[in-house]
């Protein structure tokens, strides 16, 4: 089971759990890391404050190593990137833009930085300003997603860079995880399945929309403006892909938006709402506990990748 990625980040299994806005808190960062995994709190747009409260509510539920997503798109990133060197945290991923104004301080108070990336030249200049790792992030993710489908990414960055590189994008089980280490990967990251799990407070509406949805079900808004992001079908993607359309501006768009991630986890409407999930959705099919699906994921790994 080691791999340069567990051994950096002190993990038993080469599995990290994305850092979703408003799924990833604290119950469900610290039951992946005691599964065995690398759990995150996703920062997203929450003030410093917030993270520094779910980074303490983690560390009262897990001794294990768990890290922070910085969004850094937030208009609070300066503020999170700052808790996460006074909390003491080890780990941090970034997604949403460029993190090298935080690198000297992070590296300084000894923090592994692992960028999530969408292209090859986004890799090659985190690892030449001091990225311990990336995550290779492909087009079949949920949430904000890039061009490039993970099964081409993953190879490339792989050849371009020479730190580790984890697989993320379209992975649900040990099929997958098998797959991404054939294409180079040292590790996965995985969101939309633990998205499923017991311990994430996700409304069950939401959980069900997950285990409903077949193969075709997802689809992709704000590709008019450059910021296309992967979610459920359902009224509000066919309203907003309808403006698109009719040529609506990005702030109109936006205004359709506003607010739906947290109408459809924490409210449960999955109609109206933004039910931001990964094709794989399609092969999800009950709800389990993360140590179920860490345990389960890494048996089929093993399987088919002949570890002992």
Not at 297 to 304: E, H, I, R, V
Request: aromatic letters at 4%; one cysteine or more; proline letters at 3%.
């Amino acid at each position: 089971m080691k791999t340069r990625v567990t051994e950096l980040l002190g993990i038993t299994y080469p599995i990290i759990q994305g850092g979703m806005a408003w799924v990833a808190e604290h119950h469900l960062a610290a039951a992946v890391s005691e599964a065995g995994g690398l759990g995150l709190i996703g920062g997203a747009n929450a003030p410093g404050e917030v993270v520094r409260q779910e980074i303490r509510e983690a560390k009262k539920l897990t001794d294990k190593p768990f890290g922070v997503n910085v969004m850094l798109m937030s208009p609070h990133a300066d503020d999170v990137a700052k808790v996460v060197v006074e909390e003491g945290i080890r780990v941090v991923t970034t997604g949403a833009g460029n993190p090298e104004k935080y690198m000297e301080m992070w590296k300084a108070a000894g923090i592994k930085v692992i960028p999530v990336v969408a292209s090859v030249a986004l890799a090659r200049r985190m690892e030449k300003y001091g990225a311990d790792a990336v995550v290779a992030e492909g087009y079949e993710s949920g949430g904000h997603i890039g061009e490039q489908t993970t099964m081409t990414l993953v190879p490339q960055v792989k050849d371009a860079v020479s730190i580790p590189v984890i697989a993320a994008g379209g992975i649900g089980d040990g099929r997958g995880i098998a797959a991404s280490f054939m294409l180079g990967a040292e590790a996965v990251q995985i969101g939309t399945r633990f998205v499923v799990s017991k311990e994430a407070v996700v409304h069950e509406n939401y959980k069900q929309r997950i285990i409903r949805a077949k193969d075709i079900d997802t689809a992709v808004t704000g590709r008019s403006h450059g910021h296309p992001v992967r979610c459920l079908r359902n009224k509000m993607t066919r309203e907003y892909v309808k403006l698109e359309q009719e040529g609506k501006t990005f702030e109109e768009l936006e205004y359709l938006t506003l607010g739906t991630l947290r109408k459809a986890v924490q409210e449960g409407d999955v109609d109206l709402g933004t039910v931001m999930a990964g094709q794989i959705a399609g092969l999800i099919s009950r709800e389990q506990t993360c140590k179920e699906i860490v345990d389960e994921m890494m048996k089929q790994a093993s399987q088919l990748l002949n570890w002992k």
